[in-house]
């Protein structure tokens, strides 16, 4: 009994420990989203640019590539238009999450997160000591979560008090 107790305690700590990580992984994948959102903001500028030099706007110099008859040119022009795309949806949840308080950023990349950003911010993610509420709370709450869970799942395990036995 004492054992099992034991057990879940390490394990909520455990999970504890981890989900504490949430918050600064989730700042790590913000800093990504910056420095993408930045790079494919500068690639959107050139080819308006060179858009306009042309004498058109980004959507008839992305329709007159695809409609040309050289595949890598069409290439290009769907390229491009899957490029304006997502700058435009990393741009949203950039200005989601700036406007979302610390609590509802993990929610805002929990319902948004790019695969592409968060793998390689995975990748290169560094532990932290959390300083934040929202570090605390998330630790808080997977300890908790880490606990209970092990308690329930040994609850089946558990002894049952004996009764003292009445003449």
């Known amino acids: 009994m004492m054992l099992l107790r034991s057990i879940a305690l390490v394990f909520g700590l455990l999970c504890g420990v981890a989900s504490s990580q949430l918050p600064e992984f989730v700042q790590q994948y913000r800093q990504r989203l910056g420095g993408a959102l930045d790079e494919l903001t500068a690639m959107v ?8 030099a042309a004498g058109l706007d980004s959507a008839g110099a992305i329709a007159q590539l695809e409609a040309n008859r050289d595949q890598l040119v069409r290439d290009r022009g769907r390229s491009m238009a899957q490029t304006i795309a997502r700058r435009d949806r990393l741009a949203d949840q950039q200005q989601r999450m700036q406007n979302a308080g610390q609590f509802a950023r993990l929610l805002v990349f929990a319902q948004s997160y790019d695969s592409g950003l968060a ?10 000591v959390p300083t934040t509420p929202e570090g605390f709370a998330t630790a808080g709450a ?4 880490g ?4 308690r329930i799942l040994g609850a089946p395990f558990r002894r049952r008090r004996r009764e003292p036995a009445t003449t």
């Open 147 to 150: 606990y209970g869970f092990l």
């Open 45 to 52: 500028a050139q080819f308006q640019s060179e858009a306009r």
């Open 119 to 128: 793998n390689r911010a995975w990748g290169d993610f560094e532990p932290a």
């Open 142 to 145: 997977g300890a908790l979560f």
